[in-house]
């Protein structure tokens, strides 16, 4: 494959992870940050100065949860693009992919457990316990919620 090849599957792959991220954003999940706190509210008793300390961590959360969403579908975009490629750079496309999973997977559960920490403590351990499962199958097609 020569450079030229090479550069125009790159940015393919750049437009396509772009627009997916795009559609992810609009297609999504139908709930809604409000919807989501609206639950935890009432799921897990907490009183109005917890709801709005949820609030603001998840809302200052999301956009990182967001640029990582559009990293990993791009990630995943360019291991597609490179099956076809030499063996090396497949295998430092599917790299890359993992890595970004794990940076996404651990900021994700920092970010639940910053949360959890707003609850009560017995409200905050049974949160973790329903939520952290729920995270090790996200396929970060949009961003991960509280619920």
Known sequence: MNPRELLKIVATVIL?????FMIAQKVGSDESPADEIAWLIDEFELNAAQAEQVRELHEAY???????CQEVMQAQQEVEAAKNAAPEVLAAAQQELEKLKQRCHLATQAHLESVAAVMPPDQGKRYLETITPLLSSHGHSAPFGLR
Request: glycine share 16%; with cysteine.
């Open 16 to 20: 396509a992870g772009g627009a997916a």
């Open 62 to 68: 999301r956009p990182i949860c967001d640029a990582h």
